[in-house]
C-alpha cells in the first residue's frame, strides 16, 4: 500500500486546486424529487427503471467513506460565483496512462542519448592528430661598468670585448615564446641558473662545478591556448664569481680556465592534457672569468627550435564534462525508475478505487455514459453528491444519463448529470478511498481480505 501511495499522491493532479469555499453552503437532507421540480424539458428517451432495485442496499460492493463527504450532507450546493472558489477541471490537461508512459519513455531517451554523448565525447574516437610546436628563444644582456676615466655611457651593448676591472654588474634578458597549432593547456615551470665551471685549460676536464638558482618562478598553466610567452630579468654580479673562480687557481695553483653558464631552464608538462612535449629547453649565455680582457659568447641553443607531436584524444576531465554527465545519469535513472513503477502499476492487483469504479460501470453500465469531455464548472450552479445512490435518485427524478469522466487512470473521475445551468457532481478519489481504508483497517482491526467486494455488504463515499 505504501508503494502506491507514491503513485497516488504524484498524480492528483488539480487536488491543491479544489474549491474551499469561505460562504455558508445550503444542505439538502430532504430528497431531491421533494426540493426541486424536475423540468418540462424533453430529452432522449433513456432507461428509466434501474437494472437492480433502488431500495436493494447494493449488498456485492465494498463500504468505503472517503475523508473529503460527509454522509449527512449528500448535496451541497455551492453559491459563491468567486471564479477562486469555482472547479474547473475542463481547462486543465490530463494525461491518460499510456500518454504518460509515451511521454516518459521519451524524456528517458532524450536524456540517455545525452548522456552516451557526453561520455563518448570524453574518450579518444578520432584518428590521432598530428600537431606542430615551436620553441622560440632569445637572450639579450647589457654589461654594466664602474666608474672609471674612459667610459662616458654607464653600460656598454652586446659584442664587445669588456675590461674584467670594469664590470660591476652583467643584466640579461630571457624572452621565450611558446607557440602550438591547436589550442592546448600545459603546465609551465621556469628557473634562472648559473653554472660556475672551472676546468683544466688543456684538457677541458673540469675541477669543480657548482649550480645557483639565480631565480625560480611559480608554475604557470597556459590554458586552452595557442601561445605562451616569458620575459625574465636577471643580474649577475661579475665581481663575486670572479673572485670565486680566482680564489680557486690560487688556492691549488693550477691553470685552470673558469667561466660562468647562466641559462634560462623552462619545462613543460601537458600530459595530464594529453599532450607530451619535450619537457627541457634552455637557452643563455657564457661569461670567462678569471681573465683581463672578456668576450661573452651566446650557447648555440639560441635559435628556433621546432617539434611536432602526436595528439591522441583521451578521457577529458573537465568540470562541465563531468557535471552534466552526472546530471543526466541521474536523470536517466530517475526516469527508467518512474517508467518502471507505472508499467508495474498496470500489473498489480486492483487498488480499493479500481475494485469501486469498475464494480458502479458493471452494475448500472446502461445508465452511465463516459465522455472524455470535461466540463468547465465555473459556468454552472454545482451541486456535490456523496453517494452515488444519491446520483440514482437525481437520475431518475430527471431522467438525464449519469456522466463518467475519468480524469486520471486509477487515481480520480468524477460521476455528474447536468441538467440546464446544474450539475449533480460526485468525485472520486483514489487517494481518499486508500486513506479511508487504512483508518478503517485501524480502528476495526480488519484484515485486507475483510476489504474486499465480495465480502461487504455496502459501499459508500
Do not use: W
Amino acid at each position: 500500500m505504501d508503494n502506491k501511495q507514491d503513485e497516488i499522491e504524484q498524480l492528483e493532479f488539480d487536488d491543491e486546486q479544489e474549491v474551499k469555499s469561505t460562504e455558508p453552503v445550503e444542505k439538502i437532507n430532504e430528497p431531491i424529487n421533494q426540493n426541486r421540480p424536475i423540468p418540462n424539458q424533453q430529452v432522449a428517451p433513456i432507461e428509466s427503471d434501474r437494472l437492480v432495485d433502488k431500495n436493494v442496499e447494493m449488498s456485492d460492493h465494498i463500504e468505503v467513506q472517503a475523508s473529503s463527504i460527509t454522509p449527512q450532507s449528500p448535496i451541497q450546493i455551492h453559491k459563491s460565483k468567486d471564479p477562486e472558489e469555482k472547479i474547473p477541471f475542463a481547462k486543465k490537461i490530463y494525461l491518460s496512462y499510456v500518454q504518460r508512459l509515451v511521454l516518459l519513455l521519451i524524456l528517458f531517451v532524450a536524456v540517455l542519448f545525452c548522456f552516451f554523448s557526453l561520455t563518448l565525447e570524453s574518450f579518444a574516437l578520432k584518428k590521432p592528430e598530428a600537431i606542430k610546436y615551436t620553441d622560440t628563444q632569445e637572450t639579450n644582456y647589457r654589461v654594466y661598468l664602474k666608474q672609471n676615466n674612459f667610459y662616458e655611457q654607464d653600460y656598454l651593448e652586446e659584442d664587445m670585448m669588456y675590461v674584467a676591472n670594469l664590470i660591476d654588474k652583467i643584466s640579461i634578458d630571457f624572452n621565450y615564446k611558446f607557440n602550438i597549432e591547436k589550442k592546448s593547456t600545459v603546465d609551465f615551470n621556469y628557473k634562472v641558473i648559473g653554472d660556475l665551471i672551472i676546468a683544466n685549460s688543456q684538457t677541458k676536464v673540469n675541477y669543480f662545478e657548482k649550480e645557483y638558482t639565480l631565480y625560480e618562478a611559480e608554475q604557470e598553466t597556459m590554458k586552452d591556448n595557442k601561445e605562451y610567452a616569458i620575459n625574465q630579468n636577471v643580474e649577475i654580479d661579475y665581481g663575486h664569481f670572479n673572485d670565486l673562480a680566482n680564489s680557486f687557481r690560487t688556492s691549488y695553483g693550477v691553470n685552470s680556465d673558469s667561466y660562468l653558464k647562466v641559462y634560462l631552464q623552462v619545462m613543460k608538462d601537458g600530459k595530464k592534457y594529453n599532450v607530451d612535449l619535450a619537457n627541457e629547453s634552455e637557452s643563455g649565455i657564457t661569461i670567462p672569468l678569471s681573465e683581463n680582457s672578456v668576450q661573452i659568447k651566446f650557447d648555440s641553443d639560441d635559435l628556433s627550435k621546432s617539434n611536432e607531436i602526436t595528439m591522441e584524444r583521451a578521457l577529458i576531465f573537465t568540470p562541465k564534462i563531468i557535471t552534466f554527465e552526472i546530471i543526466t545519469f541521474v536523470l536517466s535513472v530517475f526516469l527508467l525508475v518512474k517508467i518502471i513503477r507505472l508499467i508495474a502499476v498496470s500489473y498489480s492487483p486492483k487498488s480499493i478505487y479500481d475494485k469501486y469504479i469498475d464494480d458502479i460501470l458493471k452494475t448500472y453500465d446502461r445508465l452511465i455514459v463516459e465522455t472524455e469531455t470535461g466540463l468547465d464548472l465555473e459556468k454552472y450552479n454545482v451541486m456535490e453528491i456523496g453517494k452515488f445512490e444519491e446520483l440514482l435518485d437525481v437520475r431518475d427524478n430527471l431522467k438525464l444519463p449519469i456522466m463518467y469522466y475519468n480524469i486520471a487512470k486509477h487515481q480520480k473521475c468524477y460521476f455528474y448529470i447536468k441538467n440546464n445551468e446544474d450539475v449533480y457532481i460526485m468525485r472520486v478519489k483514489a487517494v481518499d478511498l486508500e486513506e479511508a481504508n487504512q483508518v478503517e483497517k485501524k480502528d476495526t482491526k480488519q484484515t485486507p481480505e475483510l476489504r474486499t467486494m465480495d465480502q461487504n455488504n455496502t459501499f459508500s463515499i
